[in-house]
Nanobody, 120 residues
Framework: QVQLVESGGGLVQAGGSLRLSCAASRSIGSINAMNWYRQAPGKQRELVATLTRGGSTNYADSVKGRFTISRENTKNTVYLQMNSLKPEDTGIYYC??????????????WGQGTQVTVSS
């Protein structure tokens, strides 16, 4: 199992930046993928950024060029650097750890979420 704790959310003006952190309770080096999701009011949760165990990254089209996902293995922490923020980036941001067991069973672990509000 993995416990995840997000931090770094807050209120920022459009064009500003925030860095979200996700601290894991154990080593993230063996986790298949670390993801950031977000959920805006009245909308479904959407995948924002992915960082695989091998170091590959993937981003939603809406955040490409503005957001960067990274990790610091020594701190068991994943980050989401968000620049040039827009009001439509507002939402609750969730950290997710996706693992696949040796038997091929998928597991997903979630943090409690952190609120990001971007004012216009």
């Amino acid at each position: 199992q993995v416990q995840l704790v997000e931090s770094g959310g807050g209120l920022v003006q459009a064009g500003g930046s925030l860095r979200l952190s996700c601290a894991a309770s154990r080593s993230i080096g063996s986790i298949n993928a670390m993801n950031w999701y977000r959920q805006a009011p009245g909308k479904q949760r959407e995948l924002v950024a992915t960082l695989t165990r091998g170091g590959s990254t993937n981003y939603a089209d809406s955040v490409k060029g503005r957001f960067t996902i990274s990790r610091e293995n020594t701190k068991n922490t994943v980050y989401l650097q968000m620049n040039s923020l827009k009001p439509e980036d507002t939402g609750i941001y969730y950290c997710n750890a996706h693992t696949i067991s040796g038997l091929g069973v998928n597991y997903d672990y979630w943090g409690q979420g952190t609120q990001v509000t971007v004012s216009s």
